[in-house]
């Protein structure tokens, strides 16, 4: 099983709650880490997480930088743990825009990996879905391959990865904004009210019911 969420509200949710955007952001951390064992102990392999766009660059420099801070910190504070507790993380997009310190961080968390676990987090960073797939072509261009359904695929950020049997969006919107173009397109797909800081073990498990009622013909 292969759950992909894209963590939207955090700054609907600060706005509401009356605590700056920033405050917002780290909540939505904090829930990270909740939501990934949550999905270990439901029995998900893999969870995909939308956790910075392409786009989000375009942002004001000040909020970009505490967006960045927060990422760090992150890392820092909760992916030793997730080590222990038997989760794998791996980060995919375009790692290079990052700071040399966010990349050497990323590069260790997955160095930390435990040798056995019960769950991979799959971080998306610095990542566009259509983005994904002109790298993705260029690198089969410049490897001399025909321009194909497999050679795209093989290199795909996200080739290691699982296409995603589910994805949910959080905080209302009801579109994918480019959150895994290429590997989306028999994905069963849930839109929830909820702000992402706000969103349960509870509100997966009643996603996972639902989705085993779902009837999935995938084009037969």
Not at 67 to 77: A, N, P, R, S
Not at 107 to 133: F, H, M, Q
């Amino acid at each position: 099983m292969c759950v992909g969420i894209i963590l939207d509200g955090n700054r609907r949710w600060a706005q509401q709650n009356g605590i700056s955007r920033l405050e917002g952001h780290q909540h939505g951390a904090d829930n990270l880490e909740r939501v990934t064992i949550a999905a270990r102990d439901l029995g998900v392999k893999h969870l995909v997480v939308f956790a910075f766009s392409t786009e989000n660059w375009k942002r004001t420099a000040e909020e970009v930088a505490k967006l960045l801070d927060v990422f760090g910190q992150g890392i820092e504070k909760y992916l030793p743990q997730m080590a222990a507790d038997r989760v794998r993380v791996r980060f995919v997009g375009e790692r290079e825009r990052f700071s040399p310190y966010l990349q050497k961080a990323m590069d260790g968390a997955e160095k930390s990996n435990p040798e056995k676990y019960d769950i991979t987090l799959w971080v998306c960073v610095s990542y566009g879905g259509r983005a994904e797939i002109a790298a993705a072509a260029e690198a089969a261009r410049s490897a001399g391959e025909a321009i194909t359904e497999e050679t795209i695929n093989k290199h795909l950020w996200t080739s290691k990865m699982p296409d995603p049997d589910i994805i949910i969006r959080t905080s209302g919107e009801q579109r994918l904004s480019g959150f895994l173009t290429w590997k989306s397109v028999y994905s069963e797909l849930f839109f929830i009210d909820k702000h992402w800081p706000d969103f349960t073990k509870e509100d997966l498990e009643k996603v996972l019911a639902e989705y085993a009622e779902r009837e999935r013909r995938m084009g037969k």
